[in-house]
């Protein structure tokens, strides 16, 4: 398998496939794509493409602070999930928060994906329940 990131080009590929990957959380949720906000935070977020055998399957966008690195998203286009991408892209964010000298890698995610059993295998454990989103870390230092 070959993944690959690059700095992400394309704002619109990265927002069309966030809402079509969380429309159905969305939807069961209330709520509703701000694109303004979107736009904000591309601006200040690591925005990276992810592509696997040369094709753009994905985005990873991350955020800092002094001693954490934040995963703001992780979307894999729905017909790669399953084959090992987001494995590949949790690799590539731990690898990260290593060379920064980060403590942590957390992130949100709501609670009912199943992409949380994906985070539990890489080492990530729940921290907090907020309403419908699940906060996770992953202790750099314990790795």
Not at 45 to 70: A, H, M, P, T
Not at 111 to 136: C, V, W
Request: proline share 1%.
């Amino acid at each position: 398998m070959k993944v690959e990131y690059r700095k992400a080009e394309s704002k619109k590929f990265s927002s069309l496939l966030i809402q079509e990957n969380m429309k159905a959380y969305y939807a069961a949720k209330d709520i509703i794509w701000d694109p303004e906000f979107f736009d904000r935070h591309w601006k200040i977020f690591k925005n990276l493409e992810v592509y696997y055998n040369s094709e753009c399957v994905g985005i990873l966008r991350f955020s800092f602070n002094d001693q954490n690195c934040y995963i703001r998203d992780l979307q894999i286009k729905s017909s790669y999930q399953g084959k090992g991408v987001g494995s590949h892209c949790l690799h590539y964010a731990i690898e990260l928060g290593k060379s920064r000298g980060d403590r942590f890698i957390k992130l949100k995610v709501f609670s009912d994906n199943p992409a949380i059993a994906l985070y539990q295998r890489h080492g990530f454990q729940k921290i907090a329940e907020l309403g419908f989103l699940t906060e996770m870390a992953l202790d750099l230092n314990q790795i």
